[in-house]
């Protein structure tokens, strides 16, 4: 294994920002396909970033255009995940420069995921159309635990935006605070948190504030993953649109912003699209090489 440049190197992007020092870092492998799970996890944690991807051949009948399909599996520096937005726009993005901006088709353990590539400006920006998103209930005695772990009294939330647990290739518990303050104040209980997620297998917390009709800031503490926290997370802001769909926070055909890392100094910006008639969410945003 090489850490430079080349198709069988680690290479390390951005998600969600221009800038290498904002966004998501990701480690990125082209071609992984002489690495079995210990060598990927072995990657993943020497790195050290919440996600790294990694890619094989697609599986047969996948679709897509030839050299444009790939299998692609995340790791955590703890363990795999079956779906991860920041390194799925981080692949793209590295695809991109070597191959040219256009459609791509990544076979997920989730399910299929298309992106497309365009160059805006001078920057790539990748677009990822999530798997078909469902939201549930969360009960009481879980959500009372939850707010324990973070240490949040029930009267900072936001009435108008309910706890729910979101679905869009990962689990997210979606919690929405009342004010700015109450979502910059972040020091939880890392292993009570671990041990609710793990139990009803959640990927993140999705906690947010709503500054405008269209305009989110979110936080995603992720101790499941070995990580205080993700700068900025893809796939929890598709759970997160497919959320404010079905709860009718925002209309069926919208565009959103979220805001994301500027209280970990790693600013980053994922555009959430809803479409009508299509219940699969879109999540954008640009990405950078990090040297």
Known sequence: MTTNDGQSGVLR???????PDGGNPAGVVLDAAGLDDGDMLAIAAELGYSESAFLTAPPEGLGGEEGRAYSIRYFSPKAEVPFCGHATVATAIALAERIGPGELVF???????PVSVAEEDGVLRATLTSVEPHIEDIAEDDLAEALAALDWPASDLEPALPPRIAFAGARHLVVA??????????????ARLEALM???????????WR???TVFHVRDPFPVGGVVEDPATGAA????????RELGVVPDDTVL?????????RPGRLTVTLRTGDARVRVGGAGARIG
């Open 211 to 213: 500054e405008s009709a």
């Open 237 to 244: 802001a598709a759970a997160f649109g497919a959320y404010a």
């Open 257 to 265: 912003t979220l805001h994301q890392g500027e209280d970990l100094g």
């Open 177 to 190: 605070a009342a004010t700015r303050a109450r979502l910059a104040d972040l020091a939880y209980d890392f």
């Open 107 to 113: 076979a997920t353990r989730a399910g299929t995921v």
């Open 198 to 208: 793990r139990r009803l297998d959640l990927t993140t917390v999705q906690l947010v």
């Open 13 to 19: 992007y951005t998600a969600f920002s221009s800038d």
